[in-house]
């Protein structure tokens, strides 16, 4: 009658690690499409679509919880040492950070409800539509660094979080300009100026997400001076 050995036990323990690691891709995945519909819910007035996003945060915040019971479960069990704790620590993080992102998409969504019916010009979106885009992008390198665990595209995602602060200040301030030019411009642009400030606060997790994939590859915490050289670098 077949034992169960030691390899059966590193077996089942690094499968363990692999549905940990999927967990977070999965929950990644569906926070992009949140971020994309919150978006798409915004710039279209489309009431169906940012009910459909509100209500898939309840699955976004399941999925956390998941993590963390898989993750706080395997470190009771099997009291990892080294690299295979700094992965599960991790992935408690990277999944905190995924759930304010979520919850950041439920903003945008939320908001475009409270926009329907109110005059707005086109150019109006056109900043909200680029910061978008680039935040997204951030979303996407830094979890593409996180589960390839690419220290250097992690650093590039940290040094590209100036060009989102950047661009929140630029927003900020022609918003700002079409509530002085007319006042019927001050309700719509405020609801905006809170739609800014969601997806700069997304800037914000993703440049989280790419600092502990930094520190999963390298057992390091990644510092200004390390995200400077590397800008230094490029620039030569």
């Keep these: 009658m077949p034992t169960s050995g030691p390899e059966h036990i590193v077996s089942s323990y690094n499968d363990e690690l692999v549905a940990l690691a999927q967990s977070i891709a999965e929950m990644g995945g569906q926070v992009e499409v949140a971020i994309e519909n919150g978006t798409k819910s915004l710039l279209r007035l489309d009431r169906e679509l940012a009910d459909l996003t509100i209500i898939a945060d309840q699955r976004i915040d399941d999925m956390q919880r998941k993590i963390d019971d898989m993750a706080v479960s395997m470190i009771a069990r099997r009291q990892p040492?080294?690299?295979?704790?700094?992965?599960?620590?991790?992935?408690?993080?990277?999944?905190?950070?995924?759930?304010?992102?979520?919850?950041?998409?439920k903003?945008?969504?939320?908001?475009?409800?409270?926009?329907?019916?109110?005059?707005?010009?086109?150019?109006?979106?056109?900043?909200?539509?680029?910061?978008?885009?680039?935040?997204?992008?951030?979303?996407?390198?830094?979890l593409d660094s996180y589960s390839s665990r690419d220290s250097?595209?992690?650093?590039?995602?940290?040094?590209?979080?100036?060009?989102?602060?950047a661009m929140y200040t630029s927003l900020f301030r022609e918003l700002l300009?079409?509530?002085?030019?007319?006042?019927?411009?001050i309700t719509p642009c405020t609801h905006l100026l809170f739609c800014a400030k969601s997806l700069e606060r997304i800037g914000d997790h993703a440049t989280n997400i790419a600092e502990r994939a930094y520190y999963l590859q390298t057992g390091k915490q990644l510092t200004s001076e390390v995200v400077e050289l590397h800008r230094t670098q490029i620039k030569a």
């Design 177 to 185: 300009t079409y509530m002085m030019e007319d006042p019927r411009n």
């Design 107 to 142: 903003q945008l969504a939320r908001r475009s409800l409270k926009l329907e019916g109110l005059n707005l010009q086109p150019t109006f979106y056109n900043g909200v539509k680029n910061m978008t885009n680039l935040v997204l992008r951030q979303i996407k390198d830094a």
């Design 152 to 165: 250097a595209g992690a650093i590039e995602v940290c040094n590209r979080d100036d060009e989102v602060d």
């Design 81 to 105: 040492m080294a690299s295979d704790l700094r992965s599960i620590i991790t992935a408690i993080h990277v999944a905190s950070d995924l759930e304010r992102v979520g919850d950041m998409a």
